[in-house]
C-alpha cells in the first residue's frame, strides 16, 4: 500500500495476519514486531487526523415556555424523588407546580417524562408540569413519542382506527372518548360490522367511561348483538346509564318485587318492605343482561332479584315507600332477602353516585356489628368533599371494628384530606390505635395509605403524625412505619418549598 | 477558612443521588442537637434505626463521619448537615462538642500532628540519598521486569492472533494486569484492564483492539529505552507506565496565573475507587487544565474548586510535553462564571481537534484531551448522536452517554440550540461533561450517572 493510502485503511490492512495470529501468518518475530509498531504508528495517525463528517439533520427549536422555574428546594425535591419515585408524590409536585404556574427545570424534564411515559396509568397532572418541553423532546424520542400521543387526539384518527392493531386502536378510542365522547361512538360504529366479538366487547367497555344518552340507541341495539359477551357488555353500560330504557325496564321489574305494608301500632306507624323476588325466571330478561344461573350460594330467587334491583332508580323506592333512604334501608333489615337487596342497592348508588343513598346504605352495613367490616371504597369518590370528611369521622369513631379494621376503612378513602380531618384522624389514632404487636403490625399499610392522605401543610399535621405513628411502639419505629413518616415529612417540606 | 456555600457542599457528593438525598435533609426539621464548635459542626438524624444518627463534619477539611450504615461517602447526612450549616449558620449553637464529637475531632488532631511530626522528622532528617536512591533503583528494577514480561505476553498474544484473544476469558486479562500492579506498573496494568472491554465493544472491535495493543507496545517500547528518551518525553513515558508525582514536588513549581473557568466534573468509578476529573479553561494563556482527585473506600473526594465557578489564580502543571493535570497552588477570588469563553474556547470543532493532534504529537499517550466547544448543538444523524459546530460538523458521542438519560438531559438542557459543551474526547469518541446555556445556566455534572 503507498503512502497515500488513508491510515485507517493502512491500519485496517494489518488486520488480515493480526486476527489470525503472526504465527500462523508466517511473519516470525520480526514480523510480530512490525504489525504492532505499524499500529502504534498508524493509530496515532488515525487519532491525530481525525476528520469530523458533516451533519445536517437538525433539531426543531423547543417552543418557550412563559412560566417560570420552580425555586430551587423544589427542583431538588424533584430530582429526589426521580431517583426514589413515588408516583404519588411526584403527581403531588406536579399539582403544586401547576396550581402556582411553575415548570420543571430544563435539564430535570428528560428525567421526569421518561419515569412518566413508563407507568401504566399516566397522571395528567405531571404531563402538564412537562408543558411545551416534555412534547418536544417526545417528538424526538420514539419511547416517549406514543404515550404522548396518548393525551392529544391525532390528526390521522381514521386512519389509525382503520389499520392500527387491537391495543393502538384502543387507545385512541380512549383518548377520543376524553375528548369527544361523540365521535368515538362515530368511531366504534364506522367499523362496527367487520370487528371481531372480542373488540366490540372492548369498545363497548371503553364507553362506561362518560356514556351518555347519545349513545343510548346504539347500545340498545347491542343488546341484540350476535355475540353474547357483546350483549352482556352492552347490558352492563346500559345498566349504567341513567334514563336509558334498560333501566326504566329494569325499574318496571322491581315494582313487582317490592313490597310495602304499614302497620299502626300503639305509638307510630311502622312501614315494613316486604320482598318477593321473581318465582321464575323471564327469558325476555336475558336479553337486558339478566343471567339465570346463581353465581352465589343464594337461590336462584335472590340472584334475579338482586340483579334487577342493581339497575333499578333509587327513586322508584322513596315513591313506593314514601320514606327516605335512611327509612328504605331500616325497614329492609329484617326482611329474609335482605342480604342481596342491601348489595343491589349498594350497586344502584354506585351507578346514580347518589350520595344520600350511600351514606344510608354505608350507616345500615356498619350497623350490622356481627359482619366484618364492609368495603368502603366505593363510598368516596361519590360524595363531595366537605360531606366526604364529615362522614369520613363518623364512620372511623364508631365501635363496631376489629383493632386493624379501622384504620383500614380510613385509609380506604384515597383522597386528600384537609387540615382539620387529618388532625381528628390522627388523634383518634392516638387515642384507638391497637395495643397487640401483631395488630400494630398489620397496620403498617394503612399508616402508608395515610401517610399520603394527610395534609401536609401546616407542618404541625407532619409533627401530629410523627407522633401518632412513632406512639405505636414503646421502642424504635420499625423501618416501614419510618417510611410514612419520612412521606408525610418530604410532603410537608414540598408544600413549603412552593410556598417560599 | 473559607464559607460553605450549596455548591460548594454539592461538589463534595459522590454522586447526583447523594447530593439530592443531602438536599432532602438539609432542613432544620430533620435534626435536632445542631452545635458547632470552632472546627466542627454536628448534629442528630432520625434514620429508621432505633438511635438517631450521629453526624459530625470536620470543617477544616472537611471530613466527614456518621454513624449510619451506608457506603456512600459523604453519607447524606453528612451532606445535609453541611448544606443545613451552608444555608442557616445561625441554627447552629456554639457549644462545647459533645463527646462523640471531641474524641473524633481530637483523634484526627493527633493523626495531622503525627503527619506533621513526621513530615518535620522526614525535614529534619538528613535525606538518606543513597537509601532513596536504593529504593528508586528497586522499583524501577521492577518495572522494567514488569516491561519485559509484558512484551513477552504482547507478542504472544500477537502471534495466536486476535480472534484468539477474542476467546479468551476475562480472568486471563485480569491476571497479567494483577501482575503489573504488583510489579509497580499501574500504567500497563490500566491498559491492559481495557483490552477485554474493547474486545466486546461490538462492530469494529478488531482495529480498536489492534489499535489499543499497538499503544501498548509504543508504551513497551519507550519504556525498554527509557533512558534514551529526550528528558520531558521520558516524564511522559513513565507517567504513562504509572510512575507517580509527589503533589508537594509538583507544589513547588511556578504555575500558570490565570481566570480559570470550571467548565465540568466527572466521578467515575464506584466501590473501590472514585476518580474525579475537574476541567478547567484559561481564559487569557488559552490552556487546559484538568484537576484529578482519587478517593479510596469511604473516603470523601476532597472538595476542590466548584464547578460552574472561575477564579483568579495560579494553576501548577504536572511535567510533561503537553502538561494537563495540574494542582490549584493559589486562589485569590471566586465568582459565578461568565459562558462567554471568547477566544479561549474552541470556536470550531476543527479548531479543537487541532489542538488535540498538537498534544497528541507532543505527548503520544495522552488518552482524553477536552475540547471547549462554543455554540454547538446536538444533532442525530441515523442512529449516531453528534455535537455539531455551526461550520455543520459533528462530533459523534460515546454510546455510553447517549444510552443514558445524559444525552436527553443534554438536549433538553440546549432546547434544540446551541450551548459551550465540554467534552472529552478520545480520538474517536466525544464525552460531554459539562455544559453552559447562553442564559448563564450551567450543568456540569452531565456525565456523571444519574441514578434514576
Not at chain 2, 225 to 253: E, F, H, M, Y
Not at chain 2, 368 to 390: F, I, M, T
Amino acid at each position: 500500500m503507498s503512502d497515500a493510502t488513508p491510515p485507517s485503511v493502512r491500519l485496517r490492512g494489518l488486520l488480515a495476519s493480526a486476527m489470525i495470529g503472526t504465527d500462523r501468518a508466517g511473519s516470525g518475530t520480526a514480523g510480530t514486531e512490525n504489525v504492532l509498531t505499524q499500529s502504534a504508528m498508524l493509530g496515532m495517525q488515525v487519532r491525530a487526523g481525525w476528520r469530523p463528517s458533516t451533519v445536517s439533520a437538525r433539531f426543531s427549536l423547543c417552543p418557550a415556555d412563559t412560566r417560570l422555574v420552580a425555586p430551587p428546594a423544589a427542583s431538588a425535591t424533584l430530582q429526589h424523588l426521580m431517583a426514589n419515585p413515588d408516583g404519588d408524590l411526584i403527581e403531588e409536585w406536579a399539582e403544586l407546580a401547576n396550581a402556582r404556574r411553575l415548570r420543571v427545570e430544563d435539564a430535570t424534564v428528560p428525567v421526569v417524562l421518561d419515569w412518566w411515559s413508563r407507568q401504566p396509568h399516566r397522571s395528567e397532572a405531571v404531563f402538564a408540569v412537562l408543558g411545551a418541553r416534555g412534547e418536544w423532546l417526545a417528538s424526538l424520542n420514539a419511547a416517549w413519542r406514543k404515550p404522548v400521543a396518548g393525551s392529544h387526539v391525532p390528526t390521522n384518527v381514521d386512519d389509525i382506527w382503520q389499520t392500527g392493531t387491537t391495543p393502538d386502536r384502543m387507545a385512541l378510542l380512549l383518548t377520543v372518548r376524553r375528548h369527544d365522547p361523540g365521535r368515538a361512538l362515530l368511531l366504534i360504529q364506522s367499523t362496527w360490522a367487520t370487528d371481531g366479538a372480542e373488540e366490540r366487547r372492548r369498545f363497548l367497555e371503553a364507553l362506561i367511561e362518560k356514556a351518555w344518552m347519545a349513545d343510548e340507541p346504539f347500545l340498545e341495539a347491542a343488546l341484540g348483538d350476535k355475540s353474547k359477551v357483546v350483549r352482556r357488555q352492552a347490558a352492563r353500560v346500559l345498566g349504567q346509564l341513567l334514563g336509558s330504557r334498560l333501566r326504566a325496564r329494569m325499574t318496571e321489574r322491581a315494582r313487582t318485587i317490592i313490597g310495602v305494608e304499614s302497620k299502626r301500632s300503639l305509638v307510630r306507624r311502622v312501614t315494613r318492605i316486604g320482598l318477593a323476588p321473581p318465582k321464575e325466571f323471564v327469558k325476555e330478561w336475558e336479553r337486558d343482561g339478566i343471567e339465570e344461573k346463581a353465581a352465589s350460594a343464594e337461590g336462584p330467587r335472590a340472584w334475579w332479584m338482586q340483579q334487577i334491583l342493581s339497575v333499578t332508580d333509587l327513586a322508584l323506592w322513596t315513591e313506593l315507600s314514601g320514606m327516605d333512604p335512611a327509612g328504605v334501608v331500616a325497614a329492609i333489615r329484617g326482611d329474609d332477602f335482605a342480604k342481596p337487596a342491601m348489595t343491589a342497592l349498594v350497586e344502584a348508588a354506585r351507578a346514580e353516585k347518589n350520595s344520600a343513598w350511600a351514606i344510608a346504605i354505608t350507616r345500615e352495613l356498619l350497623a350490622r356489628k356481627d359482619e366484618d367490616s364492609p368495603d368502603l371504597e366505593w363510598v368516596w369518590p361519590i360524595l363531595a368533599p366537605a360531606e366526604r370528611e364529615t362522614f369520613l369521622i363518623e364512620v372511623i369513631s364508631l365501635d363496631r371494628y376489629k383493632p386493624i379494621a379501622r384504620w383500614e376503612v380510613a385509609a380506604s378513602s384515597d383522597h386528600k384530606w384537609s387540615a382539620d380531618l387529618s388532625m381528628k384522624v390522627l388523634k383518634l389514632l392516638k387515642q384507638r390505635a391497637p395495643k397487640k404487636p401483631e395488630d400494630v403490625w398489620a397496620l403498617s399499610h394503612a399508616i402508608a395509605r395515610i401517610s399520603r392522605c394527610v395534609c401536609p401543610n401546616p407542618a404541625s399535621v407532619a409533627d401530629a403524625f410523627e407522633e401518632a405513628v412513632s406512639a405505636l411502639f414503646t421502642d424504635a419505629t420499625p423501618d416501614s412505619f419510618k417510611k410514612s413518616i419520612d412521606r408525610v415529612r418530604l410532603r410537608a417540606d414540598m408544600h413549603k418549598e412552593f410556598s417560599l | 477558612m473559607q464559607t460553605w456555600t450549596p455548591e460548594r457542599v454539592i461538589a463534595i457528593a459522590p454522586d447526583a443521588a447523594a447530593a439530592a438525598a443531602g438536599q432532602a435533609l438539609a432542613s432544620a426539621k430533620k435534626w435536632t442537637g445542631k452545635g458547632q464548635s470552632e472546627r466542627a459542626i454536628w448534629g442528630l438524624c432520625q434514620g429508621s434505626g432505633k438511635e438517631p444518627y450521629q453526624a459530625r463534619v470536620d470543617l477544616t477539611e472537611p471530613a466527614f463521619k456518621c454513624s449510619c450504615p451506608s457506603r456512600k461517602f459523604p453519607c447524606k447526612h453528612g451532606l445535609g448537615l453541611l448544606l443545613l450549616f451552608a444555608k442557616e449558620p445561625k441554627g447552629f449553637v456554639a457549644v462545647a462538642e459533645p463527646e462523640w464529637v471531641a474524641v473524633w475531632i481530637a483523634g484526627r488532631a493527633d493523626k495531622a500532628e503525627k503527619k506533621v511530626e513526621r513530615a518535620k522528622a522526614a525535614v529534619d532528617k538528613p535525606v538518606d540519598v543513597e537509601a532513596q536512591a536504593k529504593r528508586v533503583a528497586a522499583r524501577e528494577g521492577r518495572v522494567s521486569d514488569a516491561i519485559a514480561m509484558c512484551r513477552v505476553w504482547l507478542e504472544d498474544v500477537m502471534r495466536r492472533g486476535l480472534a484468539k484473544a477474542q476467546t479468551e476469558d476475562g480472568a486471563a486479562w485480569e491476571r497479567i494486569a494483577t501482575r503489573m500492579v504488583d510489579a509497580q506498573a499501574p500504567g500497563l496494568a490500566g491498559m491492559i484492564r481495557r483490552i477485554p472491554e474493547v474486545l466486546a465493544s461490538g462492530s469494529g472491535w478488531d482495529v480498536r483492539t489492534l489499535d489499543l495493543l499497538g499503544r501498548l507496545h509504543l508504551l513497551l517500547l519507550a519504556g525498554e529505552r527509557i533512558g534514551d528518551l529526550p528528558p520531558d518525553l521520558a516524564v511522559d513515558a513513565r507517567t504513562a507506565l504509572g510512575w507517580n508525582q509527589s503533589k508537594d514536588d509538583v507544589l513547588v513549581g511556578t504555575g500558570v496565573d490565570d481566570s480559570w473557568v470550571t467548565m465540568g466534573q466527572v466521578v467515575q468509578g464506584e466501590d473501590r475507587l472514585r476518580v474525579r476529573r475537574t476541567w478547567l479553561v484559561g481564559r487569557k494563556s488559552l490552556r487546559r487544565a484538568m484537576m484529578l482527585d482519587f478517593a479510596a473506600g469511604s473516603q470523601p473526594l476532597e472538595p476542590c474548586v466548584p464547578a460552574g465557578s472561575e477564579f483568579e489564580g495560579e494553576i501548577v502543571f504536572y511535567p510533561g510535553r503537553a502538561p494537563l493535570r495540574g494542582l490549584v497552588k493559589s486562589k485569590t477570588s471566586e465568582r459565578m462564571i461568565d459562558v462567554d469563553l471568547g477566544p479561549a474556547a474552541d470556536a470550531s470543532i476543527e479548531e479543537g481537534l487541532c489542538r488535540y493532534a498538537e498534544a497528541l504529537g507532543a505527548n503520544p499517550w495522552l488518552t482524553c484531551w477536552p475540547l471547549a466547544l462554543a455554540n454547538v448543538r446536538v444533532a442525530q444523524d441515523g442512529k449516531r448522536w453528534y455535537l455539531v459546530d455551526s461550520e455543520g460538523y459533528g462530533l459523534p458521542l460515546k454510546q455510553s452517554f447517549v444510552d443514558a438519560m445524559q444525552l436527553w438531559r443534554l438536549i433538553s438542557a440546549s432546547s434544540g440550540s446551541v450551548l459551550t459543551v465540554l467534552a472529552e474526547w478520545d480520538g474517536e469518541r466525544a464525552l460531554p461533561i459539562g455544559a453552559f446555556d447562553p442564559t448563564n445556566r450551567v450543568y456540569h455534572d452531565l456525565a456523571t450517572r444519574w441514578v434514576a
